[in-house]
Structure formats: structure tokens, C-alpha cells
């Protein structure tokens, strides 16, 4: 049965499926865990089987599939459309990026923004909206660039009707007032599937663009383990696994690849020379994969070097393709103008430390120099590996958190 379906689903891949990956932004507290899961359990059930006999990924990732129906267009969870019970084609296959907890939360959205193609916002009916939290969330949005937004309004069986009408309000006029007035709200029970359709539908209308002149892979490495059980012989030992999305090109099995910025040998930072040994998604094996889905890539590295994240925060390129590797980065800054003016009261100042986000990577940085809208940044601990034109991602201290402050296109 499953890999009946498996089959079907790989020949119809060809013709029109495609990868996207989705953040969904919100706190357990707002019922984002329902939500994950109504959206989830039916392809999660399909493809446990292939799941046990492909290698262990635990990437975390949630996954499904929205079809198509080829009657009445309508977006579903599965192969019968919800709408008008007819014949459904797969149209995406979805990745969830999970961002479990409460102030990693942030961390973990930024370290992926370079992958993530849409959102689905949760906001709970039972609070007054904005929450500084989903403040923080629509800004970081904005400044990753992400257009495709949907909002869950969730918590709606347990508020009354007049309090969810006021809260859809509040939401309305949030959106509004942070250029995001053409998003949809949909208020939905996961749990008894409410609206769920409705949501369904958000989600299928999103627009993706993933075609690039780049062939070069650029892989942005957010967790890597060790797949090797304790005491298991030499011999058959299998090589250290990165989990994480391609920002452009295409990694293929076989591939030779470099992870920068690699292991420090005689003080000094050296990238590692590893190859593609298999890679895979939460929908089964891939022979390649592009922008639009996670992966868990088994390289031929010693698994000691990917064990517990260690590798977190890389890039890998293909080897062929050298990025910039330097202490020092220079950006074109655009601040978050009110932050500006009311959480920081001042431009960024000389000497100041900041945080950094850099494709997947974190860093300390202390300001340069500030000349205009040009900001260089030294790093403070490893060089980071990046391309021109590549986003950094600026936070700033604010009463001893690190608050998101702005972004900026690097040019040196
Ligand atoms: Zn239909």
C-alpha cells in the first residue's frame, strides 16, 4: 500500500511537484503543536514505512503534501479532495521548520531564513494581539523578505464568538499597521479540523520561485549528527550526517563539497573536503536535491566531527566554488526605524557589539565603521563564509537581550 503510493507519488513528481519549505510562527501557548499536527498526520502516517528503512534522519522536520484537485482546483491534505471529493494530484510537498521553545525561538528562525519560502503565523484568540513575541516574529519576517504569509487564529474554541470577531480586529489592524494588509486570517480549530481546509488553501496560493542560473550548491547546515549506535564494529561505521536546505543550486549524491568554516588545525580555522554519500528527506531517498526541501546529507566526514550539532551553522558549497571566508564583513544597513528611534535611541555607534546572523551562521561582530548606509563589521570569533550579495541579519542590545535591529546586503 504505501509503497504503491510512494511509487505513483514519485512518477507524478516529475511532471509538476514541487519543494517548499514552511516556518510556522507561533509559541506552543498559541496551539501550534495542534495546528503541526492536523496539518501533518496524514503523510506522516503514509511514509513511516519508508522512514524505518531509510537512514535515520532526525532532522525534527515536520512534512506533507498538498494536492491539487484536478476537478475543481481546490488545494487538500490528501489524494480525495476535501472540497468536492474528487481525485487529487500532488502539487507540494511541504517542510515544516519547527522552532520549538520560547527565546530560541528567534535564533532558530533566522538561522533558517535563508530557506524558508513562506510562514504560517499563529496567533491565539485568547490574547490581546500584538504580543511583543509576535512583533518580533512579523518583523523578523519583513526583514527576511518572506511575502507568502498566512495567519492561524487559533484558541478560537476557547474564547467566545464575540471575542474572536474582536481579536480577528486586533489582528487586521496589526497586519496593517506593518505593510502586511493583504495577508489572510483564518481562524481555525485544529483539533476538530475547523477551517482547516480554508488554510489548506493559503498555503497551495503560495508562489515559489526556485529556479536559479547558480549550479553550484549552497547548503545551509542547521543540525548534524551521528547516525552510529555505541560500540557498533569499524567496519561499519557510517559517515557523519548535515541536515539542513540548499539556499541555491543543486547538491547531487556523489557530489565533492566543502564545509566552511571546518575544524581549527594549528589555530587556524580549515575547511573540510567531505563527498555526498546519500541524501534524504522526510518524503524518502533523493538523488539531488534543490532550494525547497530539508535534507539530511550522509557525507564520508568521521560522524565524531557532525556529532551533537557540531556543525550547526555551516555552509557547504560545492568544492569547485570558493565563497569569501574573512574576519571582516560590510554591509549596505537598513534599520527597523522605529526600533531605531524607540528601543536603541540611536544609530549603530562605532565599537558596538551586535549580533550577526549570516546565512546559517551566528556571530559577535563589533562596528568598524559606520559611513552613510555602509556598516563594517569585525567578527569576533571564526571567519564566516559568505558571497556577495548574501544577507546579514543585525541584533542589537537592548537591556541586556539581543533585540533584532535590521539587515543589509553584504558588498565586501
Ligand atoms: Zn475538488
Known sequence: MEASHLKKFSQRRNRMVKDIIIDIVGSFADGKTTLVKALTSESTLRHSEEKKRGITIRLGYAHFIVYKCKSCDSFSRTEKCEVCGKESE?????????????????????????????????????????????????????????????????????????????????????????????????????????????????????????????????????????????????????????????????????????????????????????????????????????????????????PALTRRDNLAGSLITSSDVKPLFKNRVSIEYSPLEQKEKEVFKKPLQKNETVLLNILASKVLGTVASVSGGKVSFNLADAPVPYFLNDKAIVSRKSENTWVLAGSGVIYD
Open 90 to 302: 500532488p502539487y507540494y510537498r511541504v517542510s515544516i521548520i519547527d522552532s520549538p521553545g520560547h527565546k530560541t525561538l528567534m535564533t532558530i528562525m533566522l538561522s533558517g531564513a535563508a530557506l524558508v519560502d513562506g510562514a504560517v503565523l499563529v496567533i491565539a484568540a485568547n490574547q490581546k494581539c500584538p504580543q511583543p513575541q509576535t512583533e518580533e516574529h512579523i518583523e523578523a519576517l519583513k526583514i527576511i523578505g518572506i511575502k507568502n504569509i498566512v495567519v492561524a487564529q487559533t484558541k478560537i474554541d476557547v474564547v467566545g464568538a464575540d471575542r474572536a470577531k474582536e481579536n480577528y480586529k486586533e489582528i487586521q489592524a496589526f497586519l496593517s499597521s506593518k505593510g502586511f494588509e493583504n495577508v489572510s486570517i483564518i481562524p481555525v480549530f485544529a483539533a476538530q479540523n475547523v477551517n482547516m481546509t480554508e488554510l489548506v488553501q493559503e498555503i497551495g496560493k503560495f508562489q515559489v520561485n526556485h529556479e536559479t542560473e547558480a549550479k553550484a550548491a549552497k547548503m545551509l547546515v542547521v543540525r548534524s549528527f551521528d547516525t552510529n549506535r555505541p560500540g557498533i564494529d569499524i567496519s561499519d561505521i557510517s559517515g557523519g550526517v548535515v541536515g539542513g536546505g540548499l539556499q541555491s543550486g543543486e547538491l547531487r549524491v556523489g557530489d565533492k563539497i566543502t564545509v566552511y568554516p571546518g575544524v581549527i588545525v594549528k589555530k587556524a580555522w580549515k575547511p573540510l573536503e567531505t563527498q555526498v554519500v546519500e541524501i534524504q528527506s522526510e518524503f524518502g531517498s533523493e538523488t539531488s536535491a534543490k532550494k525547497g526541501i530539508m535534507v539530511g546529507v550522509k557525507t564520508k566526514l568521521d
